[in-house]
Nanobody
């Protein structure tokens, strides 16, 4: 069983910062792409930021210049540093990883349970 556990969510005022972390554990051998998605009420889940195993990144236009994604391959973690937060950033943030599942012996798309980020204006 593979698990992704997010942490770091909470309530913050507009203009503030927050750092989300996600740790992967379980029966996997390696992790390829890692990403953060978010879903606001009444909206579809969207990609916020992604990072490949080699460190290549991409961001949603709405967060460019404000958010930074990073990963620690040795610790099997991915983080999202969020600065200059806006009320529009309020959403449930989900960690995502494409990893090799040693139990299923295949690549799998794993998701965390989500962590709430609320930005007050």
């Amino acid at each position: 069983q593979v698990q992704l556990v997010e942490s770091g969510g909470g309530l913050v005022q507009a203009g503030g910062s927050l750092r989300l972390s996600c740790a992967a554990s379980g029966s996997f051998f390696s992790i390829d792409r890692m990403a953060w998605y978010r879903q606001a009420p009444g909206k579809q889940r969207e990609l916020v930021a992604a990072i490949t195993s080699s460190g290549s990144t991409n961001y949603a236009d709405s967060v460019k210049g404000r958010f930074t994604i990073s990963r620690d391959n040795a610790k099997n973690t991915v983080a999202l540093q969020m600065n200059s937060l806006k009320s529009e950033d309020t959403a449930v943030y989900y960690c995502n990883a494409l990893l090799w599942d040693t139990l299923e012996y295949q690549w799998g798309d794993s998701w965390g349970q989500g962590t709430q980020v609320t930005v007050s204006s």
